[in-house]
């Protein structure tokens, strides 16, 4: 049987290779005054909806295939950034993005709402992607985001749907840890052609923790964190292989609890009611599920162990890119002491960029909305959105405008291009014409009174027909 396995492979990858859409299904479109009585950002369109099945490679580096949710604005009138969105830990399959009915699914499309052509990949194992869901598995969590956003952008080119190299990536609880994995993984490897614009991590675990004597040794711990302990345990034996199958982690009647979260007949959260009423019947600690072997190399501080666990942890990198860590202090599920953490390492290591925000005493299902809603306004400071009709800009980095933030009725002046007058047009964020005119030959332009608060967008046009596109902020 491995004899014919390679074989077989082989030609599977020959047939479809890695980041291609294999089918983009229509779902139902979302509706604007829906979509803002949940996500209360003002939302500009309707938004239309996808299941996008794609490919990808497993935790072992073998063809596989995801599902993912693809939310596009229902207006083609500009071009617009990537945004990709990592969901939070979910009981089963049918709850990924990509279900119809899924509540989470409105953080995606209330950032397409707000003009961001907007992704959630479902995660191996989850959705229609067949085995086990290799749980908090950071290199999985940053490959399936990777190729989806790949995978999206030739999609994109085929339909003739415009989008600028702007991505950004975000994601909630275990989507934050998703998140910070892919932020790393494209940041470290720029050879993916794909550049983080900006990334929000909210609510998330960037310290997996690691199986300890004290950990072992605690008694009735919450539910909801014995499901998700045991679930990235149960993930990390599966990749790394450390026991063999559960059986070599739990002794009955755990096993038999386990046994029935891998065959999908029980639930994450399943599991821990489950396993916390057995603990419960004998007044046991956390370590009296697990086989002599597991507690020996606990005990021991096997390296083994402990080394899959670190492998995975998200916050031992600098961000280039500005990055912001969002949690709230009342959150019982994911210890608010992970985002000081990351903040923390992230700057030590010399990122300057990061911002730490505390979102005030919410606790872990409280925090998700306004978690989301700080991410997409963090990221409309940096998004270039602007009119079809100004074609492809001109790579011109060169080009610069000052000052920034600038006053309605102030002067902006451009630095950068060549002496002579330049026709300029400014659109408002909503990308209504707000105002034209021609530059003065020092490259001097006077702003009218008029001009709206906030992002404004400068598209200057050049003598060889093409455009130079700014933001700049009015205050």
Known sequence: MKRLLLPLLLAFSCVVSAQEVISAEAQTKSIKFVLDLVIPIGVKYDVNNYKITYTTTDAFGQPDTVTGLLSIPDNDEFVRPLAVYNHGTIASRELAPSVEGVLERFIVQGMAGNDFIAMAPDYLGLGDSDGQHP?????????????????????????????????????????????AALHERLEADLDDGIEVTAAAHLSAPFDIVVPTPEVLGIRNAPPVLLAFFNHTLISYNYVYDLYGGVEGLFVEPYLTQAQLFLAEELDVFGLGNALDSLLRLDNAVLGAMYTDEFLTDVLDGDQTLIQSFEANDVFNF????????????????????????????????????????????????????????????????????????????????DLTLVPNPVSAGDVLWMNGLPAGTYEYTIYDISGRQAALGQSSANGRITLPNSLPKGWNVLRIGLENGSSVVRRFLVE
Request: net charge negative.
């Open 318 to 397: 600098a961000p280039v890119s500005p990055t912001l860590i969002y949690y709230c202090n009342a959150d019982m599920t994911v210890d608010p002491a992970n985002s000081i953490l990351a903040d923390s390492v992230m700057r030590s290591l010399g990122a300057l960029e990061v911002t730490l925000e505390d979102g005030g005493a919410l606790d872990h299902g409280d925090c998700a909305i306004p978690a989301a809603l700080r991410a997409i306004a963090f990221f409309q400071g940096f998004a270039n959105i602007y009119s079809v009709s100004l074609g492809e800009p001109a790579n011109r980095p």
């Open 135 to 179: 749980y908090l598995h950071a290199d999985t969590e940053a490959s399936v985001g990777r190729d989806m956003i790949i995978a999206v952008r030739k999609w994109l080119d085929a339909e003739g749907i415009r989008y600028n190299d702007q991505v950004f990536v975000t994601g909630y609880s275990q989507g934050g840890h998703a998140s």
